[in-house]
Nanobody, 128 residues
């Protein structure tokens, strides 16, 4: 079992930046791809970004358009989401997720069903 705890959310003005962190504990010796998803009130959870186990393969939701960057530090069991040029429509609860993979795989998931473990979420609010 893997436990995930997100942090770094908050209130920011449009055009500002935030850096989210997700710390993993538990069975962290198993290789996991890591993803970020978000969910706004009344909307479905949507894919934001993901990274494979080794960190050399990444993917982003279409709306990101170069504004966000995902990275990971396996020595610290932590994945990050750097968010720049934030917009009010980025307001949502951001969730971290882990999906089992292999150490040599470039795979990462873009759908919620591909992830086995989820954090409790961190609120991001962008005001204009």
């Amino acid at each position: 079992q893997v436990q995930l705890v997100e942090s770094g959310g908050g209130l920011v003005q449009a055009g500002g930046s935030l850096r989210l962190s997700c710390a993993a504990s538990g069975r962290t010796f198993s290789p996991y791809a890591m993803g970020w998803f978000r969910q706004a009130p009344g909307k479905e959870r949507e894919f934001v970004a993901a990274v494979n186990w080794s960190g050399d393969s990444t993917g982003y939701g279409e709306f990101v358009k170069g504004r966000f960057s995902i990275s990971r530090d396996n020595a610290k069991n932590t994945v990050y989401l750097q968010m720049n040029s934030l917009k009010p429509e980025d307001t949502a609860v951001y969730y971290c997720a882990a999906g089992a993979t292999s150490r040599s795989s470039r795979w990462y998931g873009t759908r919620t069903g591909e992830y086995d473990h989820w954090g409790q979420g961190t609120q991001v609010t962008v005001v204009s």
